[in-house]
């Protein structure tokens, strides 16, 4: 079975995996931006913990009719990346780990060979500053 035949479940569970109280990493930092885009003014910080994170998860929970328990699950997930903007570039930088992450290597490269040489040719002068 490759990457994109299992099924959806199991690929969410791996990119928004549950989070509680206490967690850290780039999932939380997901958390909090969309959390954010919802309202919530919550520093990005990678840390879920505090009340301010806690009150904010359980606000969103209580806005969308889930139960408010303090704690992201698939549901929670689901609610939050409702109208969720595409992944950005910046965030991809941020946030690549080929040693915990050894897919993301293959959909950097999946994403290159979606590009054109003419347009990486040009990324590439604007990256360096080249004139």
């Not at 490759?2 to 997901?30: C, K, R």
């Not at 991809?92 to 080929?98: A, I, N, T």
């Amino acid at each position: 079975m490759v990457p994109n035949e299992f099924p959806a479940e199991i690929v969410s569970a791996i990119a928004n995996p549950a989070l509680y109280e206490g967690d850290f990493g780039p999932a939380v930092v997901e958390q909090q931006k969309l959390l954010n885009a919802k309202g919530a003014n919550l520093p990005i910080d990678v840390f879920f913990w505090g009340p301010m994170t806690k009150a904010a998860v359980i606000l969103f929970q209580q806005q969308h009719g889930l139960i408010p328990d303090g704690t992201i699950g698939s549901v929670v997930w689901r609610e939050l990346c409702k109208g969720k903007p595409p992944i950005r570039l910046e965030d991809v930088c941020l946030f690549y780990k080929p040693l915990d992450f050894p897919h993301q290597t293959e959909a950097l490269q999946w994403l290159q060979d979606q590009i054109p040489t003419q347009t990486l040719d040009e990324f590439d002068r604007r990256w360096h500053q080249k004139l």
